[in-house]
């Protein structure tokens, strides 16, 4: 009788422990030096995925995982050097994920957890820049982050959201993004041009939409809606001008509030307070200094 070697049986252990997961596919293709390409579809649970990973140029590290996860797609394509991807499907179905880098040190995270119908897309062009997305308990949804220049951060957070979309492009330096989405129904956008600038959009209750727009240095933006059916719109152009727009109902009810803000100039403030029903408040400013607050 033909004795097993050890090769022979780590090969059998390791075809007996991912014996159930099928008709899933792997796609690595490497073109330069230094490369790390890791592909995982060993859970029992993974079926009918597919996973794509291009890298050209030195020295890029990516890493996909699918654990009892169906039906999805990961795509990671590097170009230039030190580019760092990572995405997690786990518990879902029918998610995709798709990470394009160009440039040097850019780092892009995605996690796709326990949801279904998710799409998340990051494109890194440029100088360390960092983005990651979360989708987790939710259907639906489509993240997306665009990244150009350089020392960039941005995170999309959708945690128990459904039918919702999140946007944030970033170009300049040194800027910081961040969404959070829970609910349904929302529309959430961040565009920031320039250097150094802040933004942040909160959103839960139902059919939110929020947009912030800067262009400058040193702006920052904060927009939190609670209830349904409020809009916020924030833009900047200038140097340290600081807008808040706070959107709420009473006691749990009401929404459907607007509220505008334009700054132009410097070290202008300006708040907006909205409870209870379909208030609406404007704030123009232009100049240096003002100081302007709204509660309604």
């Known amino acids: 009788m033909k004795a097993i070697t050890p090769i022979a049986t780590a090969l059998l252990l390791t075809l007996s422990g991912s014996g159930l997961a099928a008709t899933n596919t792997a796609e690595l293709n490497q073109n330069g030096t230094g490369n790390t390409a890791t592909a995982d579809q060993t859970d029992p649970g993974a079926t009918d995925n597919f996973i794509s990973q291009q890298q050209t140029g030195n020295f890029h590290d990516a890493s996909a995982r699918q654990q009892a996860e169906v039906g999805s797609s990961i795509y990671q394509v590097q170009g230039g050097n030190l ?35 998710n799409e998340a897309w990051i494109l890194q062009s440029g100088f360390s820049n960092q983005a990651e997305i979360a989708q987790i ?34 170009e300049g330096t040194g800027n910081e993004a961040l969404i959070a989405q829970s609910g349904s129904g929302h529309i959430s956008a961040i565009e920031q041009m320039g250097s150094f600038n802040h933004a942040t959009i909160e959103q839960s209750g139902m059919y939110q939409e929020a947009d912030i727009l800067q262009s400058g240095l040193g702006n920052e933006a904060y927009v939190v809606q609670v209830d349904w059916s409020s809009s916020a719109s924030i833009t900047q152009d200038g140097f340290s001008n600081s807008a808040t727009v706070m959107q709420s109902g009473t006691f749990g009810m009401g929404g459907g509030h607007l509220a505008i803000v334009n700054q132009s100039g410097s070290l202008n403030d300006a708040t907006v307070i909205q409870s209870g029903f379909s208030e609406t408040a404007i704030v123009n400013q232009v100049g240096n200094g003002n100081t302007a607050i709204i509660v309604q």
Do not use: P, W
């Open 137 to 170: 308990l939710g259907a639906g949804n489509v993240a997306r982050i665009e990244q150009h220049g350089q020392l960039h951060s941005a995170y999309i957070g959708q945690n128990s959201s459904f039918d919702s979309d999140a946007f944030i492009y970033q």
């Open 83 to 117: 580019n760092t991807a990572y995405t997690l499907q786990q518990d879902g179905a029918y998610n995709s994920v798709h990470i394009y880098q160009e440039g040097a040190i850019n780092d892009a995270t995605v996690y796709q957890l326990g949801s279904q119908d």
